[in-house]
């Protein structure tokens, strides 16, 4: 098993930055890849971005250029640096972890107002 748990979402007004942290424990020797999805209200949950065991990072369309996903190791956390945020990047963001199974955290809020 594995629990993950997300910290760092707030309110923020549209341009600002957030960093979002996701501190994974348990059986993390299983992890190959970590990542953050988004829902927002009446949505479905979207990719956002991931980071490979490796540390390849992939991200989508929306997060490209403004958002940068890393890994600290040693503390087995995974971060999300989100900058120039824009009102359609509120949702609840969620970390995920790939390994022998697929584990999801509780969620963070984050608010952009405009």
């Known amino acids: 098993q594995v629990q993950l748990v997300e910290s760092g979402g707030g309110l923020v007004q549209a341009g600002g930055s957030l960093r979002l942290s996701c501190a994974a424990s348990?059986?993390?020797?299983?992890?190959?890849?970590m990542g953050w999805y988004r829902q927002a209200p009446e949505k479905q949950r979207e990719y956002v971005a991931a980071i490979t065991s490796g540390g390849s990072t992939l991200y989508a369309d929306s997060a490209k250029g403004r958002f940068t996903i890393s890994r600290d190791n040693a503390k087995n956390t995974v971060y999300l640096q989100m900058n120039n945020l824009k009102p359609e990047d509120t949702a609840v963001y969620y970390c995920n972890a790939k390994g022998s199974s697929n584990y999801w955290g509780q969620g963070t809020q984050v608010t952009v107002s405009s």
């Open positions: 348990g059986s993390i020797f299983s992890i190959n890849t």
